[in-house]
């Protein structure tokens, strides 16, 4: 292309500024203006502004290049365009293949949009063109002009976007307008930024401005430079750290040193892999791991995540365990050294281990502890781990909710860790220990998923030999382990779940078992733990039943040793002040320590007036006593319930009246009357069909006007044609008549299983009348009184 092309001649530009015309058409632009004295291409794309660029090319080729104020908008019109652009004149155009127009321009000097003109199909404007004035002294100007020079030379030494040709075209411009535009062309700046410099028409307003614009952008490549060096640095010291560390591995070869130390160490993890043997899929990973490590540069986190993944795999017992003799004479020695009574738990578990020595290979089932609290389900775990000598792990699983705390994270996340059990045999170093899952029960669907169900694969033995948690996500045989679980109720545990275990129940202590534990046990532990010692104190049989009746009537031992292990650290103080106590700790000297009991009397335990009925229900804490009552209140009929009562409970009480209307023969009785039906301790929330036939009891009495016959406990599900239906937890409610004096208990027949598996000693002193029918309650409670016996003349 020849020169006179593309260049126009100083005089020949200098002719057509002075025939600038009036009337122009406008192409918009986008995204950055033009400035004046630049000759530059630009595309044209398909659309209406083609026609106007033909049109243009007719006559003398000047077109108005204005900045949209909106980039998203393609219709220019008076409110999106700015009233300040630049004429240019089109030196050449050539047809594109899609439609559009590349036309080469060069931009004159600046107009302002006076008047649009047209709109359709073009867009034509009048304008006219500002002469430039100072807008200052010469001299203000000079140095403006001075300042903008150094500070670009300064620009272009820091940035190494300048080209030669850009240094070149800054020295060649000595005029104060071109040279502001051309530094403002070649900055970095927002749509209105270069706008606010093509309106500034003053010579000085425009040299402040760029000269603002300018020393940010020196500011900003600066900081960028700064930011570059700190990285550059980091990169070489890495680097020089590398190199050094291969320098070091090359100088331990030469003097025979060998490789470092944790390579070393994963070598020997790999030969006792082989050596074991274990699956192929865990050597072939372990391999790919080390190889991985050694090619991996130690700075790096990924060197992190692949050390603690190798450090697990180390730390986990693959070799099979080792065979141990089961001794059932020691193993039963320990049960009844560390428990007292308890013998159908202790039978179940010497079965169990009875059939593991005839059978090692035997997995049976996972055993699962049920009973209130404190009875000792924990500490029967820790007898059976030392019964085998193996090691024990606990570890709670109460309120978990996220499944991750069972099978693992992925090492994908940050900070991922292996799960519970993983640890456990990581920590244990066995692969055969005993693992107690406490609390089970109270285990909780979050939404990081159901841990319940990640227990699934854990517990049954027909999977648990290939168990894989999410961060090993190996194979790894968990079904050495002896697992054992704790619960106070097994409701709440999924049948899925309790499908794979074997429910062991542990009821609560009666009042005799009580004073033996705290002869043999707690007497001594408590006063030691206090600093005391035992032998300088005694306590009568008399004053222990005290102790267990009017401050401790829970089913397990807890609140007794509570109580206990406060009387004892007053006497401590006492010991400490110098003060007087007694030798033989007496039922005055508990008044004097405790205060006044927690369990006065058994007022609410004995039915004395019509209305009233002693039942026996079972909650997650034990067996315990409800005396319910009733009594007319005027109405239309009906019952009203209180006493915090459940829905199948409130369904029992609507049994029970419908039946003992029908029982009666005189429906009269209960004739423009209503029922009022309360359960004492309204605090506490209770349900259960076992109450039926307490509440037909007490409606019967209220009815009749006869008191229930003392003594008497009952439980028992109640239909509307008076069948007595089984229930659960028959050992707890005859645990808990007996703490409170009930000698006589009234049971369901078809608990007649049930009730032959409770040991004799716990049925001692009680009297029992299994019933099928209500029938026969009210004959044993509510007997009719014979005709013809009044009173003697």
């Known amino acids: 292309m020849d020169q006179n092309d593309s260049w126009e001649s100083p005089t020949k530009l200098a002719r057509i500024e002075d025939a600038l015309p009036k009337q122009i058409f406008l192409l918009p632009i986008k995204v950055r203006p033009v400035f004046p004295g630049i000759i530059t291409p630009l595309i044209v794309p398909p659309g209406r502004f083609i026609s106007s660029i033909e049109e243009t090319s007719k006559g003398a080729g000047f077109i108005g290049l204005i900045l949209l104020k909106k980039d998203d908008s393609d219709e220019p019109s008076e409110t999106n365009i700015y009233q300040v652009g630049i004429v240019a004149r089109i030196l050449k155009k050539v047809n594109l293949p899609d439609g559009g127009i590349n036309i080469l321009v060069n931009t004159i000097q600046r107009f302002k949009i006076e008047s649009i003109t047209q709109t359709e199909p073009w867009l034509i404007a009048d304008v006219s063109y500002p002469e430039e004035e100072l807008g200052t002294s010469k001299n203000n100007i000079k140095a403006l002009m001075r300042t903008l020079v150094i500070l670009t030379k300064e620009l272009s030494q820091n940035n190494p976007l300048f080209t030669e040709d850009m240094k070149l075209t800054m020295l060649n411009v000595n005029e104060p307008g071109k040279m502001s ?225 069972i099978k693992g994270h992925r090492r994908t996340y940050i900070g991922a860790m292996p799960g519970k059990l993983i640890n456990a045999l990581k920590i244990t170093k066995e692969r055969d220990p005993v693992i107690l899952l406490d609390e089970i029960d109270k285990m909780s669907q979050g939404f990081q998923g159901d841990p319940q169900a990640a227990l699934l694969e854990v517990l049954d033995p027909e999977q648990n030999a290939s168990f894989r948690d999410h961060y090993l996500d190996l194979p790894f045989d968990l079904s050495d382990v002896f697992f054992l679980a704790t619960a106070n109720t097994y409701e709440p545990i999924p049948r899925v779940l309790l499908d794979r275990m074997e429910v062991i129940q542990l009821s609560g202590y009666i009042a005799e078992e009580k004073v033996q534990i705290f002869e043999k046990y707690l007497w001594k532990k408590t006063f030691e733990k206090n600093g005391l010692n035992p032998n300088q104190f005694s306590m009568k049989k008399e004053t222990i039943l005290h102790l267990i009746n009017s401050y401790s009537r829970e089913s397990g031992l807890r609140g007794l040793e509570k109580q206990f292990d406060k009387l004892v650290r007053k006497i401590a103080l006492k010991q400490v002040l110098k003060e007087k106590y007694a030798k033989e700790i007496k039922e005055k000297d508990i008044l004097e320590l405790l205060g006044a009991p927690i369990f006065t009397d058994d007022r609410m335990v004995t039915p004395k007036v019509p209305g009233t009925a002693l039942g026996l229900a079972w909650t997650s804490a034990g067996g315990s006593t409800l005396l319910i009552e009733a009594v007319f209140v005027t109405g239309k009929g009906g019952i009203l319930l209180t006493g915090q009562m459940g829905k199948m409970m409130e369904e029992s009480a ?34 259960g069909p076992s109450a039926g036939i307490t509440m037909a009891t007490a409606l019967l009495s209220l009815a009749r006007g006869q008191v229930v016959r003392p003594g008497f406990g009952m439980t028992g599900e109640l239909t509307l044609t008076g069948e007595v239906l089984p229930i659960g937890g028959l050992r707890e409610k005859i645990v808990a008549a007996k703490r409170v004096g009930v000698k006589q208990i009234i ?25 099928s029918h209500f029938s026969e309650v009210a004959a044993l409670v509510l007997p009719k009184e014979k005709k013809g016996k009044g009173k003697k003349r």
């Open 654 to 687: 609507n049994i029970a009246l419908s039946f003992i209307k029908n029982y009666l023969a005189d429906d009269k009785i209960f004739e423009n009357k209503s029922i009022h039906l309360h359960v004492p301790d309204g605090a506490t929330p209770k349900d």
């Open 181 to 405: 535009d051309f530094v403002c062309s070649i900055l970095n700046l927002e749509k209105e930024d270069y706008q606010s410099v093509i309106e500034a028409l003053t010579l000085n307003d425009r040299l402040e401005k760029v000269l603002l614009f300018l020393k940010k952008e020196i500011d900003l490549v600066l900081l960028q430079k700064k930011i570059q060096d700190q990285i550059n640095d980091k990169i070489d010291n890495q680097q020089r750290q590398f190199f050094l560390r291969e320098q070091l591995k090359a100088i331990q070869q030469e003097l025979g040193l060998g490789e470092e130390k944790q390579e070393a160490k994963y070598d020997k993890l790999l030969d006792r892999l082989k050596a074991i043997p274990v699956s192929s899929e865990v050597l072939k990973e372990v391999e790919r791991e080390v190889e991985k490590i050694k090619n991996t540069d130690p700075m790096s986190s990924d060197y992190n995540v692949i050390r603690n993944y190798l450090d697990l795999i180390e730390a986990l017992p693959w070799e099979a365990p080792k065979p141990k003799e089961i001794n059932l004479l020691h193993a039963k020695k320990i049960l009844n050294r560390d428990h007292y009574k308890l013998e159908d738990v202790k039978e179940r578990i010497l079965e169990y281990l009875a059939v593991r020595k005839l059978n090692p290979k035997s997995r049976g089932s996972i055993l699962c502890l049920v009973g209130p609290p404190g009875v000792g389900k924990t500490s029967i775990a820790k007898s059976v781990a030392e019964a085998l000598g193996k090691k024990y792990y606990r570890f709670s699983v109460g309120g978990m909710r996220d499944e991750a705390e």
């Open 747 to 771: 049971y369901p027949k078809d608990n007649e299983k049930a009730f032959l598996e409770i040991p004799d000693y716990v049925k001692k002193g009680v009297k029992f009348f299994p019933v």
